[in-house]
């Protein structure tokens, strides 16, 4: 069955260091790939997706992540964290073909900016 | 603009009730999908729906129970055989189209406690 396995429920970096936000997934057929952001209380806004082509996908607010199909991995990376960036972030997956039946989701990584 | 509401943001009820939390969307979107979300859990599917009068059982889909009789509304209503019901709840919709996994748009949640 698939899966997405987010490592670390909490990762704590200081401001203006490197964040680096670990997912990997398992399955049978190419992913599409997603991470998503959540501030208290709120509902996810989406960051970046991985669909097909180019494997180094850029999202907002200087976010990006890495396809790496040898590793089934799609790592979530900023170069220089702010305090806003903290919140739970979430990666999520939809196979091709059943993807429209519903993302499954990682169980989230909750980002502590430190000043 | 275009989005999804979800009502009320916060519902209490007591226990042995039912109690439906409304969804809607303007954004055109044939997909509806509602998630329940706990401490630590992630998003886990409960029902959704690809087109209208249509819709499928997610992961934990027992002690609930959904319509979709217009394009734009996809309520849910939390029965009394839902054994665990406090949760935050999340309604997304995306693009649908077979084969192909869209990004999903979230309302920003109810949160429903029971006592």
């Known amino acids: 069955a698939q899966s997405v396995t987010q490592l670390g429920s909490h990762v704590s970096v200081s401001e203006g260091a490197l964040v680096l936000l670990r997912c990997n997934y398992s399955?049978?057929?190419?992913?599409?790939l997603f991470w998503y952001v959540q501030y208290p209380n709120q509902g996810l806004q989406l960051l970046l997706k991985?669909?097909?082509?180019?494997?180094l996908v850029k999202g907002i607010n200087g976010f990006e992540a890495e396809f790496k199909k040898s590793e089934t991995s799609f790592h979530l990376t900023k170069p220089s964290a702010h305090m806003s960036d903290a919140a739970e972030y979430f990666c999520?997956?939809?196979?091709?073909?059943?993807?429209?039946?519903?993302?499954?989701f990682g169980k989230g990584t909750h980002l502590i900016i430190q000043p | 603009d275009g989005g999804i509401t979800q009502s009320p943001k916060y519902l209490f009820r007591k226990e042995g009730q039912n109690v439906t939390l409304s969804c809607e969307q303007n954004?055109?979107?044939?997909?509806m999908y509602w998630y329940r979300q706990d401490p630590g859990q992630g998003l886990r599917l409960i029902y959704y729906?690809?087109?209208?009068?249509?819709?499928q059982k997610g992961d934990i889909a027992e002690g609930y129970s959904v319509s979709r009789e217009k394009k734009e509304s996809f309520p849910l209503t939390v029965t009394s055989a839902q054994k665990n019901p406090t949760a935050f709840y999340l309604c997304?919709?995306?693009?649908?189209?077979?084969?192909?996994?869209?990004?999903?748009?979230f309302g920003p949640g109810t949160r429903l406690t029971v006592t």
């Open positions: 997304a919709s995306s693009i649908y189209q077979p084969g192909q996994s869209y990004e999903q748009y």
């Open positions: 399955s049978s057929v190419p992913p599409y």
């Open positions: 991985y669909t097909t082509g180019a494997t």
């Open positions: 999520a997956f939809g196979e091709g073909g059943g993807g429209a039946d519903g993302l499954t």
């Open positions: 954004l055109n979107h044939d997909a």
């Open positions: 729906s690809q087109i209208v009068n249509d819709f």
